[in-house]
């Protein structure tokens, strides 16, 4: 068996720093289409900037993951699992570019301005449109809970990797290499 490899720190953090925004972003999602009032205000003001922090933040982990050589999967594991690994991945840096544009130009197109903080909003990337502003508005939702969905069967994997097969794929997320394999690289 091959020594345990490790993503790089980088990776790692941004991983879980997105992992965190992205779960508490569909949360916020949910909670913000069942609620009224100020609390409604509150929750738009958190969910548009969040927003934007996710797709800068997944195009800075789309280059990283393009510029760093990542883990290779376990040989033992079968053909259709390494697919599946791999066209998750691909789905799931789809869906944290493609939800966040699909928010910005619904708002656009809704002629809402994208605040990300008081006195700075962004510019619209879609012309206003009440129709593409609906269209969007339902593209949006989907894509929210196709994400949701495809982090469920995420965490799925990680748990089977960490707790039934054991085959080191969690732990090269989770945590750096031993002492004594950073002291080997080092030399």
Not at 22 to 51: E, K, N, S, W
Request: net charge positive; aromatic share 6%; with cysteine.
């Amino acid at each position: 068996m091959r020594p345990v490899e490790h993503f790089p720190l980088f990776a790692r953090i941004l991983h879980w720093l997105m992992a965190a925004m992205i779960l508490t972003m569909l949360f916020v999602g949910i909670v913000m289409v069942t609620t009224v009032g100020p609390a409604y205000h509150q929750l738009v003001d958190l969910h548009r900037p969040l927003g934007i922090c996710i797709l800068a933040l997944a195009l800075v982990r789309l280059v990283n993951r393009l510029l760093i050589r990542v883990p290779p999967l376990p040989d033992t594991l079968p053909p259709a699992l390494r697919t599946a690994a791999r066209l998750s991945h691909i789905v799931l840096y789809a869906l944290m570019i493609a939800l966040p544009l699909v928010g910005w130009g619904m708002l656009s197109a809704g002629a809402y301005p994208v605040a990300m903080w008081p006195g700075f909003a962004l510019p619209p990337i879609l012309p206003h449109d009440p129709a593409l502003f609906a269209l969007l508005r339902h593209l949006h939702t989907w894509l929210a809970l196709i994400l949701f969905g495809v982090v469920l069967v995420h965490l799925a994997a990680a748990l089977m990797h960490g707790l039934l097969l054991r085959d080191d794929v969690l732990p090269s997320m989770t945590s750096g290499p031993p002492a004594d394999a950073r002291k080997k690289q080092d030399a």
